[in-house]
């Protein structure tokens, strides 16, 4: 087995303990970024990098970069050890704080073509408040625990799927991902 397989399987194996997606949400989420031809992608939630190591190996096909955030230091060095084992630290940064400071006073003149959400559920809405004018049009949102955290997350989802210049999707995933496009 490659050095990448074996780091998904014992990170698979210590889901529970760091909040990691599902394989099956992985799954999607590289579909999507290569169908996508993503090339800008925003991860707010890195944990220790399960996620950010299923999009930077799609990344790593499209030619695309990920910027991933997470507040929790040690968290945050174990994912770039993960990153760096699998060889895709090329192409990730890991910022380190509050993800709306963060994206607030770090990457105001970055535009991003897919973004990923899966921090603190009541934050939702205003990560896509801060999200919505760096998303390019024809950007996708993906946000994990739709269904099994739907009361925080509701004013998200309330705004998203109400919204003109966007079309969203709840999927029956782990946990119901949400996915949206930003239309106009
Ligand atoms: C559900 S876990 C992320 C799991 C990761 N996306 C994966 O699937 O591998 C959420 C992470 O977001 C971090 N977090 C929570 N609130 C945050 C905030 N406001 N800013 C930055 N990170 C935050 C937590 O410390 C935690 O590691």
């Known amino acids: 087995m490659s050095i990448v397989e074996d780091t998904l399987r014992e990170l698979e194996a210590t889901k529970n303990d760091f909040w990691n997606i599902s394989r099956e ?3 999607f989420i590289e579909f999507l970024i290569k169908v996508s031809n993503a090339q800008n992608v925003l ?3 890195t944990s220790n990098g399960y996620s950010g190591l299923r999009i930077a190996l799609a990344l790593k096909e499209t030619g695309g970069k990920l910027t991933t955030i997470e507040y929790w230091d040690k968290r945050r060095s174990v994912a770039i050890e993960n990153f ?3 060889g895709v630290d090329d192409i990730i940064t890991a910022k380190l704080g509050p993800a709306l400071t963060v994206i607030e006073n770090e990457l105001q003149n970055e535009t991003f073509d897919f973004v990923f959400i899966d ?3 009541a ?3 205003k990560d896509f408040e801060l999200i919505h004018p760096l998303l390019k049009v024809g950007g996708i ?3 994990d625990d739709i269904i099994s955290h739907a ?3 509701k004013p998200f989802v309330e705004e998203i799927t109400h919204r003109d210049d966007y079309s969203a999707q709840i999927l029956n995933l782990p946990d119901g991902v949400l996915i949206a496009r930003k239309n106009k």
């Open 43 to 45: 991860e707010i939630g």
């Open 123 to 125: 934050q939702y809405i």
């Open 25 to 27: 949400t992985g799954d």
């Open 151 to 153: 009361d925080p997350v």
């Open 119 to 121: 921090a603190n559920k």
């Open 141 to 143: 949102i993906v946000a």
């Open 84 to 86: 760096k084992k699998c």
